[in-house]
Structures are given as C-alpha cells and as structure tokens.
C-alpha cells in the first residue's frame, strides 16, 4: 500500500509532545504532502489481479477442474505477499494474516471439495479485517492508526515518536478513527459482494471480477484516505492563517 496519510515526516528531531494547537498547526505546514505514485502498485495490479484470472481461464481451457483452477489462481496472491517480504527482508504483520488466511482458507476448499467455498475463502479475510477496524474503534487507538504508522514512520524511532505524539491532539484522533470506521464499512461490503457474486454468477466470472473489484476498493480507499486528511491538514493550516490575522 502506498503511503495513504496527509503528512510526512521531518528528517530532524520531533516536536516534543507538549506543543499547543497553534504549534502543531505551524508544524504540519512545514511539512510536504507526500508523494503517491500508482505505479508502485503495478506489481499488484499484474500479480494479484491479472494472474489469477489468466491462470484460471487457462487452465480449466485445458481441462482442469475448477476447483483446482481456482486453488492455482489463489497461489498468486500469496506470492505476491512472499516478493514483499523479501523485499522488506522482514515479515508485516498483515503480511502474515494474509498468508494465514489463505492457506487455511486454500486447505479449507481442498478438504470440502466446495468451489464456493473456493470462491469465498477471500471474503472471511475482508470481513475479518473490517471488524478488526470496528472493534479497534472502541480500543486505546483504532488499527488504522498504527497502519499509517507504518507505512509513514517505518522503524525510525525518531519518526515514530513525531507520529505518536500527535495522538494528543482531537483533530488527529477523530481523523484516525473516522478512517478505521470508513474501512471497516468498505472491506465489509466487499466480503458480503463477493459471497452474492459467488451465488449468482458463474465461477469464471466471479474470478474475473472478484480480483478487479479487491484492486479498486484498496485504491479508492487510499484516494479517499489521502485526500481526507489532506483536507484535516489544509483546514488547521488555515485555522491558524485566520487566527493569526485577528
């Protein structure tokens, strides 16, 4: 996932947790926007979307079960998550949730011969993660927060302290939280569509959309994360503009 949050880190020392709304607002203007490139997704355009549906139409071409088909075209995702972390040279942990889910879920098919099964092993990983976001709402500090984490302050500790000290503050709280629930809400959706795909269409056409439709809810959430928290950094921008001329 490409950074989806609306500030980057200063290569200097942080401010120090104790800074007032003013402070922060003079700081976040300081700072760039960030930089965001669909081509770092391409990898998992062609890996994750593309693959699993040529491997499933040539192979049941050829007379493959569609069963199996399917159990072909899900090794792709699973390779993709393993071309991450060697590229990282560490394991994430959604990394290995993936790759938890996938396998048993892979097993799972397999074991019960089901080709729906097979068509919805996906769906209990987006559901799953979608009530992780909800139930994180109601904890210390929501999931998506510590995602943007991540993906903005890696392991460097300074960073890391810059990104947790601004939990002090509501606006970024609420900002937070408001993301969680909005992916909550999303990759809900999507386990519930691709159970009713699997029900209504045939096994060669949920392959095809399923894939198509995960790749655009992930990029429509980034957009939207992104450019809603742009617009909580240019609003506190402004606000401190306004403040300042009265």
């Known amino acids: 996932m490409a950074d989806p949050v609306a500030v980057n880190n200063p290569?200097?020392?942080?401010?120090?947790?104790?800074?007032?709304?003013?402070?922060?607002?003079?700081?976040?203007?300081?700072?760039?926007?960030?930089?965001?490139?669909f081509t770092q997704l391409i990898p998992t355009l062609v890996v994750d979307v593309a693959m699993p549906i040529i491997a499933f139409n040539v192979l049941t071409h050829y007379g493959v079960s569609t069963l199996l088909a399917l159990v072909a075209g899900g090794l792709f995702p699973a390779l993709n998550n393993l071309r991450v972390w060697i590229a990282a040279r560490r394991l994430e942990p959604l990394g290995i949730i993936v790759m938890t889910f996938l396998a048993v879920g892979t097993a799972a098919s397999l074991i019960s011969g089901s080709v729906f099964f097979a068509l919805i092993k996906e769906s209990f990983l987006t559901a799953t993660f979608g009530v992780i976001c909800f139930a994180s709402l109601f904890t210390q500090r929501p999931l998506m927060f510590y995602i943007n984490r991540q993906f903005v302050a890696g392991d460097d500790p300074a960073k890391l302290e810059w990104w947790n000290g601004l939990w002090q503050y509501p606006g970024f709280r609420a900002g937070q939280r408001t993301v969680t629930?909005?992916?909550?809400?999303?990759?809900?959706?999507?386990?519930?569509?691709?159970?009713?795909?699997?029900?209504a269409l045939s096994p060669a056409e949920v392959v095809s959309i399923s894939p198509i439709m995960a790749f655009g809810v992930t990029i429509a959430l980034i957009?939207?994360?992104?450019?809603?928290?742009?617009?909580?950094?240019?609003?506190?921008?402004?606000?401190?503009?306004?403040?300042?001329?009265?």
């Open 11 to 37: 290569d200097t020392s942080p401010e120090q947790p104790d800074l007032s709304e003013r402070k922060l607002a003079e700081y976040l203007a300081e700072q760039p926007a960030g930089d965001f490139s």
């Open 181 to 199: 629930a909005v992916w909550g809400v999303a990759y809900l959706a999507e386990a519930v569509l691709r159970v009713v795909f699997a029900l």
């Open 223 to 246: 957009i939207w994360t992104r450019r809603y928290l742009l617009g909580l950094r240019e609003r506190r921008i402004r606000e401190l503009q306004l403040s300042q001329t009265t």
